[in-house]
């Protein structure tokens, strides 16, 4: 038996016991195990399918060479000897497959995400960027079907969004988005320019993954709340209730506040959400800064300092710097066509994963 068939027999006979346990009747007095047993059943599936594929062309071949070392007759020897090579083919192609279902995934990457877009360098004009930006991930959204929902913002002076954070729902979202975190990088000639000269400005993208209750407890004396009337533009308040919401988790000194509803248990539920990632993101940081320790490139790794793209309106293009992938399509990439560079970033990652694995 071959090493690639031991490990796949191990993981479908782990995915056998999964799928026992789940059906047990006291399987949800424990929510958080029955909740990672069902994510590791679903998640081990595309691997049991490749695995009694592998199983099957691996029992034609076995057969085939049968046949050819049993068959007198030469005209069927000859057509075995075709099929030896098409199921030998078909062995080399689904192994490959195999090996990238093999890499061991972000455990994160199922999630839900949330996403804080801030205007950088450039003033106005680096706001207006980030307002381009959050539309173009609203776009993204709707071709993916995700649902895409605002938490908290802060408009810019002559448009655009100092700052905006918004959560996304759906399938497999951080997985995608996850590449998205870094600084972006414009070149236009802004609204605000009247002698039509190119300026360069910049906002920065962090992605993060949902945190729930089962990856971060919040204790009620950690979390110091404060609430307050809103305030709008020039800091008028906009209403006369104490609807505001401003947390504090004492141990790490995160400060998250609120204002968006005009509920105070919206905004208090909001803020919850955010502070809850808030804290996760310092645990996650770690492993992302474990990956980039031993990954060359930049695909999907902690700095989010650092320039990811760039946005050349005069010349539509949009460049990665990451995988030095240059497209001339950019307006059609600012109305949410963003798959194509997302996917060409994955198959880099997936690439220098299976060459750790070699070396």
Not at 145 to 173: L, P, Q, R
Not at 195 to 214: I, K, N, Y
Not at 337 to 352: P, R, S, T, V, Y
Request: with cysteine; hydrophobic share 35%; glycine share 6%.
């Amino acid at each position: 038996m071959n090493d690639l068939l031991g490990k796949l027999e191990a993981i479908y006979n782990r995915w056998l016991e999964i799928g026992e346990d789940i059906v047990k009747p006291d399987a949800m007095k424990n929510m958080k195990r029955y909740i990672k047993l069902s994510k590791d059943y679903k998640d081990l599936q595309g691997v049991v399918e490749a695995y009694k594929k592998y199983k099957n062309i691996l029992d034609n071949i076995t057969h085939t060479k049968e046949v050819i070392v049993a068959e007198k007759d030469e005209e069927f020897r000859e057509m075995a000897k075709a099929e030896l090579e098409v199921f030998n083919a078909d062995k080399e192609i689904i192994e490959e497959e195999i090996k990238l279902l093999l890499l061991p995934s972000d455990p994160q990457d199922g999630k839900n995400a949330q996403v804080e877009i801030r205007a950088g360098t450039g003033g106005d004009e680096a706001s207006i960027f980030a307002g381009d930006l959050f539309r173009m991930y609203q776009h993204f959204c709707d071709k993916q079907n995700w649902k895409c929902e605002v938490a908290s913002m802060t408009e810019g002076t002559v448009g655009g969004f100092k700052e905006i954070i918004f959560n996304i729902y759906g399938e497999n979202v951080y997985g995608l988005m996850k590449y998205e975190s870094g600084v972006h990088r414009v070149q236009r000639v802004p609204q605000t320019e009247s002698q039509g000269r190119v300026h360069t400005s910049a906002a920065s993208v962090v992605v993060l993954p949902e945190a729930d209750e089962f990856d971060v407890e919040l204790k009620p004396c950690d979390i110091r709340k404060d609430t307050y009337c809103s305030s709008g533009p020039g800091g008028q308040s906009v209403n006369t209730t104490y609807s505001a919401v401003r947390l504090t988790h004492i141990p790490t000194g995160i400060v998250v506040a609120i204002q968006d509803e005009k509920s105070q248990l919206k905004n208090l539920d909001k803020a919850m959400t955010i502070l809850r990632n808030r804290i996760f993101e310092l645990e996650y940081q770690k492993y992302l800064d474990e990956i980039s320790s031993k990954r060359k490139t930049m695909v999907s790794t902690g700095d989010r300092s650092a320039k990811i793209r760039t946005y050349n309106y005069p010349q539509n293009r949009i460049t990665d710097h990451r995988i030095n992938m240059t497209s001339y399509n950019l307006t059609s990439y600012m109305d949410g066509n963003i798959l194509e560079m997302i996917e060409a970033l994955q198959l880099a990652e997936n690439a220098e994963r299976l060459k750790e694995g070699v070396e």
